[in-house]
């Protein structure tokens, strides 16, 4: 127990500490607005970061920071991207944020659940099936997720898997402006 306090308040300390500009001032792939303490959006190596708070007692800190990235980070414009969007990947990881869950560890079948910024969408698969992201209370003031369906069937941790998504099916993401 005492490793996952220690992990959660040195990872609380990488999104809250001050970072000088001249750390950042002189690198191409990011920017200030890239930037939440320390965490680098911009870098893509540290793309899986955030959703590290799941293995923590408050995922919510996931879910409050990604909608802050997705909203902040990302705009429609010629320099809209906090980086360098190296292979796509800085618009990859707004893709899987957007749907609500992210790849944190690539060749695993995981993926970690954030908080979705889409209120539906639905994925043709080249199965025949189909999978769809539902959002009940979708709104810029409810960022947080209250509970998870996958097939009408309550989450009980804050991953999918990547046969779910294969299967077909549905996901319900609950959201409220609380964390409580």
């Known amino acids: 127990m005492l490793e ?3 992990f959660t308040r040195r990872l609380y300390s990488l999104f809250s500490i001050h970072l000088p500009d001249k750390y950042f001032e002189n690198t191409e792939d990011i920017t200030k607005e890239g930037i939440i303490g320390n965490y680098a959006n911009g870098n893509e190596p540290s793309h899986h970061v955030v959703y590290l708070y799941n293995w923590t007692k408050s995922p919510w800190k996931a879910q409050d920071k990604i909608r802050i990235i997705l909203k902040r980070m990302y705009k429609n414009r010629p320099d809209g991207l906090g980086g360098n969007d190296d292979f796509g990947q ?3 990881w707004y893709i899987f944020s957007s749907l609500g869950f992210y790849p944190v560890a690539p060749g695993s079948e995981d993926y970690s659940l954030g908080s979705p ?8 698969l080249e199965n025949g099936k189909t999978f769809e992201v539902a959002t009940v209370n979708q709104s ?8 998870v369906f996958l097939n009408r069937k309550l989450l009980t941790s804050p991953v999918i898997k990547h046969s779910d998504i ?4 549905r996901i319900t993401f609950y959201k409220s402006s609380s964390t409580k």
């Open 90 to 92: 800085m618009s990859a």
């Open 166 to 169: 294969i299967n077909g099916g």
């Open 140 to 147: 810029d003031k409810n960022v947080f997720v209250r509970k």
């Open 117 to 124: 910024l889409v209120a539906n969408a639905v994925f043709n």
């Open 4 to 6: 996952k306090a220690v």
